[in-house]
């Protein structure tokens, strides 16, 4: 796909999603990419708007995420972590001392009335970020994780209790009452967009909910772009996250055909893209009616990333103009 | 002055009323101080409430404040400031990475509803602080600096200005509707106090807001303990601070006799405390019948601290029961 093919338009969580996004950002000009976060896991710590994907992303592109750790800042200390340790303070959510601006600066931007789509954009231009990074939304939503032993926040789940205890749904507070970011919304609507890519990220807390927004599932099936799903299951597993853990607990299959049939049952996709290790189900997804790319989705290097993102916005261009209205 | 003589009550600022605190903590049972410290220069800034004497006063009690800067704390870092600049975030409050934890807990508390007198408790029984350490006050006063270029508020006058603007006058926001700290108040009014200091502080912008508040002066003159103060210029300079520029500015001779006089005018004083190199002036305030003690009180080392501590409390139980009143 070249620049006078339009615009890409990818929706991402954290580290999975960010890795394309990145390939992304490397194989299109910055003003053909839009990448839109979930911001379901955001969550108010320490009295700070503290928003993961969002930073994931942003960081990632930046060239300044932490590659060790999967969130957070490179090149990073821990002095407040270690200081508000000895005051007494919460500490279950590692806040090093460089990401910690971050929260600061948004924090105070957001009280001081911006939005949160006008902070992000302040945040990337300062890191030098050029592709267009959004909030799914600028009200808030927030996931909510059912378990077996009661209904949990998301990073009380993720990170204070490390994803251990079995899930049984997911409920998106604040959902049904929130607007997505007008840049989303143009962006799901403008004739420019020519792709709209769903990252290699969880289904159900990252995707799913900005699916959930009001008017985007339906914006996705009345689309004249493409949408292409890339798989976070390969081989039965999941590259990073809880993604995995959480089809097993909720009864499904650990399969990226799996993955497909959750998005195509609400008719949402128009390709799908596994990695070589699911060769077999690709042949299963395909005779379910849903083009499928074989190639490799594990992103260990830059290289793979553009090779990816290359290779999947070829795939877009290859699928013919979607009608997949009844 | 021992145990069974009854508690000291000390009014402090930054930097040098801390020395004296620390010195009183250090002769004096846990239980038998109370420090009271100037909140007129706290100020909201990135969204967190910055209560900078306060601060020097509960870091120097718990020994981990930076002896060098005189502000924040010890084996500091810079990363948060750093990632904050690159952001384009407001850099001129140097915010150490330490240093913030006290801000963000402090902050956090404050928002969930405690008193600014239960978070200063909680702060330093977890840095391991025994003596009590007080805010003048829970409600919001603030010091504006009147200068030849118009106000500013303090910490723009003293940070980011760096004291250049010569000072006209200055007024203490939001004072006459404040109350002075409920424990304040009860050290004032109780009988067990046996004597009250005002440590060797700016007279007007760490001094004047605590004495500013209702009641305060008439406790001060109606006090049975006799009230003691330390002068904070030496030979004619201020050891740290602007207090001899101010002094300058506001047309008054730079002398130790100028700051007895200061708070003499207002007849709060049983005593005052000068340096050697201030010997001729003790015999002009001792003639204008004010107990005067000739000592070192320049604190260099722990021991200073310790000795001006003793020789003070001794001044202060030498000196008969005061009765200044008409």
Known sequence: MSEAAGRCLALSGGVGGAKLALGLSRVLPPEALTIVCNTADDFDHLGLRVCPDLDTVMYTLAGVSNRVTGWGQAHETWSFLEALSQLGGETWFRLGDRDLATHVERTRRLRNGESLTAVTDALCRAL???????PMTDDPVRTVVGTSGGELSFQHYFVRDRCAPAVTGFRFEGVDAARPAPDFLAALEEDATAVIVVCPSNPFVSVDPMLALPGVEAAFRNSPAPVIA????????????PAAKMMEELQMPV???????HYRERDLLDGFVVDHADAGEAAEIEREGLPTLVTGTVMESLADRERLAREMLDFARSIAAPDRRP
């Open 128 to 134: 030098g970020v050029e592709a267009k990074v959004l």
């Open 230 to 241: 890339v798989s976070p299951i390969v081989g039965g597993q999941a590259i990073k996250g």
């Open 255 to 261: 399969t990226a055909a799996a993955v497909a049939r």
